[in-house]
Structures are given as structure tokens and as C-alpha cells.
């Protein structure tokens, strides 16, 4: 897969917590036009699918363990957890669209760091959103508390 984008970002660590904090910048790569970003700034929210580069090969596979390596937390499977140690080293995050300027996206609550790959970016529509509740274990809210503030 080609980056269509890069994300710029104070951020140049991955830190677990306080992402809300964080404004990024998303420029798209210089093979792709500006006009794919026509109507985009008519959307609050996207998604952003997203290449975690810094993962160390090592680290990128299946896994059974604990939530942020806290023994208090269930022991669980790569696939029941959202972390960043994935076979495939793939994030995806729905950001809050605060404005476009040309070629560059300015967004909120992008969990990835400064110079992240940028793989897909799609608006966010009410109709593919989740129908019904949405059902998760409690302590999602322990690993959650200080993610988004």
C-alpha cells in the first residue's frame, strides 16, 4: 500500500493517554490531487485508517495478554484489544474534521504520532455508524479513563 497522507503532530512518542490534547495536521502525499479532498470539510467526523510504522517487527503479531500489561485486567486476544502490536500494524480512528486548508486536514482526537503513514481517509456517515447499543467489558473503562479526557 501507497501513504495517501502524513499526519504532523506534537506528538513524536506514542504515550497511551491524553490524545485530546493532541491537534494534527494531515497533508496528503504529493502523488495525490488536491481535489480528492473536494466536499470533506462538508463532514464534522472521519475515519482514519492509518499505517503504525514505528511498531517494531517484533512486536507485530497475534498476542494473548493483558490490556496495557496490567495484571488486574483479563488476559485477552490481540483481536479483543485495540492496541498498537497488531499482525498488521493498521490503526483506525474516527477524528473530529476542525477545518480544511487545501491540501491539509486539521483534526482532533488522532491517536497516531508526527510523520504516521496515512493509508485511507472516509467521512463518517450516520448510516454505516452501529445500529442498536454497543456492548464492551467494563474494564475498557479502566484502560479508557485518560485516553480521551
Not at 485486567?73 to 476542525?98: C, D, H, M, S, Y
Not at 467521512?123 to 454505516?128: D, S, Y
Amino acid at each position: 500500500m501507497t501513504p495517501v497522507a502524513f499526519v504532523k503532530n506534537e506528538r513524536k512518542e506514542v504515550i497511551d493517554d491524553e490524545w485530546e490534547i493532541v491537534v494534527s495536521e494531515i497533508t496528503l502525499a504529493e502523488n495525490i490531487i488536491e481535489e480528492a479532498l473536494e466536499g470533506i470539510e462538508t463532514f464534522s467526523h472521519l475515519e482514519i485508517i492509518f499505517y503504525m510504522d514505528k511498531v517494531k517487527d517484533e512486536k507485530a503479531k497475534a498476542q494473548h495478554r493483558h490490556p496495557r500489561n496490567n495484571p488486574d485486567l483479563p488476559k485477552l486476544g490481540t483481536f479483543a484489544q485495540r492496541n498498537k502490536n497488531r499482525p498488521n500494524k493498521i490503526g483506525l480512528t474516527t477524528v473530529e474534521l476542525l477545518e480544511r486548508t487545501g491540501r491539509v486536514l486539521k483534526v482532533k482526537n488522532l491517536d497516531a504520532i508526527h510523520g504516521t503513514p496515512i493509508l485511507d481517509i472516509k467521512p463518517v456517515m450516520k448510516e454505516f455508524e452501529p445500529k442498536g447499543d454497543i456492548r464492551q467489558p467494563e474494564w475498557t473503562e479502566v484502560i479508557m479513563k485518560n485516553y480521551w479526557k
